[in-house]
């Protein structure tokens, strides 16, 4: 065209609707143009001269993809009527929601164990919102923000002068939560003096303020966290064993994120509505698989801020492999061995792609059906480029 080339109207396509699947047609078939078109949005590139049936099947993928990216859009929706805020569809969190379900309808104190950023916030307030109590307080305390003096004034309140500062009489968050639920968050860090008087309050649901001598009474649930090991603490000396017996009546493990990557691609689409509400902005497949194949030690809370860093220096309709932290990228290429060392010259993208295919070919010992999921790629669409490029 005279006027305008492929690139932009690819990207007024994208400004006019991003879901709509683009294929680029290019008789330049270089690796810059490749990568360009794939950052806007393209979702697959054939260089000319090609056979009608190799474009036909790549029509047929792309439709395919659009298909399934409808369909993992509804589930998500399903997902989050039937699990609240718990996003997934892994066996690991329906287990955790039929828990969840199981325990809510009781007034059973609840240990949610687990590594940071699982979840065990969201687990214990969809607890609150299901139980008997939900339309009453849920307080929660963060026992490892704050010294043991104002641990103690936090959870159970001071009378005027009890201490240093202490200008007024304090009601404290066991007697703000009468009636609802105390959430105790990290409860593994609280100092062991202060365990002493939890234990008291879990048997006796009573407590006096500090610097006060009359006794309050209190009709709370409690759901407490932690993300260490509470039976290698009893033993340390710095945990006592009644308390635990105490917590742990009912226990949920909420999984680290490694254990359930299936749920990445709903947890991304998740965060992708949190923080775009417009739906401007969606994932390229290449950024998707970056993410199904880290790691995660931050879990479900380092995913969240890894979306919404990307929407921040997104520029364009889609998120690219480059919008991600470059400690992410740098823990992927640790274990990832490079597949090609480009030289100052460069390579044609078919002999890049040649390159790739062959490898592929090595790594799975010629099975195809295993490239061709390996490569993202059809098997039709592999068998078309073994034929184009002489490969055995």
Partial sequence: MPDIDGIEVLKEIKNINPSIPVIMIT?????????????IGATDYITKPFKLEEIKVLIKQALH??????????LRQELGKTYGKLVGQSDAIKE????????????????????????????????????????????????????????????????????????SKKKGRFEIADKGTIFLDESGEMPISMQAKLL??????????????????????????????????????????????????????????????????????????????????????????ILNGYNWPGNIRELQNVIERALIVCQGAEIQPVHFPKELLNSLEETTPPVMNLTEGGFSLEELEKHLIIKAMEKHNNNQTKVAKYLGISRPTLLYRLKKYGIK
């Fill in 96 to 167: 955790v929601a039929l828990l969840i379900r199981q325990v809510a309808k009781t007034d059973t104190t609840v240990l949610i164990t687990g590594e940071s950023g699982t979840g065990k916030e969201v687990a214990a307030v969809e607890i609150h919102k299901g139980s008997n109590r939900a339309d009453k307080p849920f307080v929660a305390v963060n026992c490892a923000a704050l010294p043991e003096q104002l641990l103690e004034s936090e959870l159970f309140g001071h009378e005027k002068g009890a201490f240093t500062g202490a200008t």
């Fill in 200 to 289: 008291r309050v879990l048997q006796e649901r009573c407590f006096e303020r500090v610097g006060g001598t009359e006794t309050i009474h209190v009709d709370v649930r409690v759901i407490a966290t932690t993300n260490i090991d509470l039976a290698a603490a009893i033993t340390n000396g710095t945990f006592r064993e009644d308390l635990y017996y105490r917590l742990n009546v009912m226990r949920i493990s909420m999984p680290p994120l490694r254990a359930r990557k299936e749920d990445i691609p709903l947890l991304v689409n998740h965060f992708l509505e949190k923080f775009d509400p417009s739906h401007s902005v969606k994932i390229s497949s290449s950024a998707m698989k």
């Fill in 65 to 74: 993809l659009s298909n399934l990216e409808s369909q993992v859009n509804f």
């Fill in 27 to 39: 008789a330049h078939g270089t690796i810059d143009t490749a990568i360009e078109a794939m950052k």
